[in-house]
């Protein structure tokens, strides 16, 4: 039995969607996190909206980026700064999505 011939298009393409439904999520949690902050007067979890926010839009120009880079040469390997950055901007976006919840039950 032979293995079907893989196709070498479609692992980048995935990798490219993810980044930008990562990006989508980001910026859905910022806002949510950014109205909790606003509705409650409370600056540091309105603050932390503000940075999920500037990291969303980062991601998605770095999606951007990187899709233009890979249409020139499909196999590049993952930046290892973004790679750390994505993973510090999803526990952000952990924290305050938790923060909220918390601040919404309370109130």
Same mark, same amino acid.
């Given at each position: ?45 309105? *603050? &932390?909206?503000? #940075? !999920? =926010?500037? +990291?969303?839009?980062?991601?998605? $120009?770095?999606?951007? @980026? ?20 994505? *993973? &510090?901007?999803? #526990? !952000? =976006?952990? +924290?305050?999505?938790?923060?909220? $919840?918390?601040?919404? @039950?309370?109130?």
């Amino acid at each position: 039995m032979t293995a079907a011939p893989r196709d070498p298009g479609l692992q980048p393409e995935r990798t490219l969607l993810a980044w930008s439904r990562t990006a989508l999520v980001l910026a859905a949690d910022a806002l949510l996190v950014l109205r909790t902050g606003y509705v409650h007067q409370l600056a540091g979890l309105a *603050a &932390l909206g503000g #940075v !999920l =926010a500037l +990291a969303a839009v980062g991601l998605y $120009v770095h999606g951007l @980026r990187r899709r233009s880079a890979v249409e020139h040469s499909p196999h590049i390997s993952a930046n290892r700064w973004w790679m750390r950055g994505l *993973a &510090l901007a999803v #526990v !952000l =976006a952990a +924290a305050g999505s938790t923060w909220s $919840v918390l601040v919404n @039950r309370g109130g």
